[in-house]
């Protein structure tokens, strides 16, 4: 078991420009989250999947971001034309059937925008 | 409001001294879970330890166990004979209800913990 992994672990990017981050579950894991957090502050929830299917978005999650999970395995994260509200530590994790209380995170992806 | 407080922005202990972090919560639902994450400085969230709001009894995971008060809505995390290796950020966190849709976990905004030699 090698734990949630996600890709990369740092990203800059010029405003404007497009970034996708990918996350790796843990195997056989068929919830998938995605949070983002800001310098001083705790994650704050983005979207969730279950095996492929998106069942609940936030309002953080503006029609710039969009995330998909086409094989209810690994997970993307979009972001169209960054902003400079953008730059966060986007964080996965991920919950197996038998203890769906349970989220296991992976180390993050820093974002930065110049 | 928020449905997450954490009070305590930093604390210093002495190692091997018990430390209790303050959480307290706001829900109106009756079906609620709350959490408690360690984040080192490494950025990964660790899941230390879970209640249930129907659990009878205070959760415990080794050296650390919530001291849950559900008359107050206080979720305190208390680390026994702490050690260097638990300086880091602890987050609180809750979900409310339970079934699809309601997987979500709220955090307040953490405690930074040092551990003093």
């Known amino acids: 078991d090698t734990g949630v992994s996600q890709d990369p672990r740092h990203k800059i990017t010029k405003r404007g420009q497009n970034v996708t981050f990918r996350c790796d579950p843990i195997s056989e894991h068929n919830r998938l989250y995605w949070y983002r957090q800001t310098l001083g502050q705790g994650p704050e929830f983005l979207t969730y999947f279950q095996n492929e299917a998106q069942l609940e978005k936030s309002r953080l999650l503006s029609d710039r971001f969009s995330a998909e999970r086409p094989k209810g395995s690994f997970s993307t994260l979009e972001i169209q034309r960054t902003e400079q509200g953008d730059p966060a530590m986007y964080l996965c994790?991920?919950?197996?059937?038998?203890?769906?209380?349970?989220?296991?995170f992976g180390p993050g992806t820093r974002l930065t925008v110049t | 409001a928020q449905k997450i407080t954490q009070t305590q922005p930093g604390m210093f202990v002495q190692e091997k001294e018990a430390v209790t972090l303050d959480c307290t919560y706001d829900?109106?639902?009756?079906?609620?879970?709350l959490f408690w994450y360690k984040q080192p400085s490494s950025g990964e969230m660790i899941f230390l330890i879970y209640q249930g709001s129907y659990d009878q009894q205070n959760a415990t995971e080794g050296r650390y166990s919530l001291n849950f008060q559900k008359a107050r809505k206080s979720a305190n995390l208390v680390i026994s004979a702490s050690q260097l290796g638990d300086s880091a950020m602890y987050f609180c966190?809750?979900?409310?209800?339970?079934?699809?849709?309601?997987?979500?976990?709220?955090f307040g905004t953490g405690t930074r913990l040092t551990i003093i030699p």
């Open positions: 994790a991920s919950s197996p059937r038998t203890k769906v209380y349970e989220q296991y």
């Open positions: 829900t109106s639902d009756p079906s609620y879970g």
């Open positions: 966190a809750m979900r409310e209800g339970r079934g699809f849709g309601n997987e979500k976990l709220t």
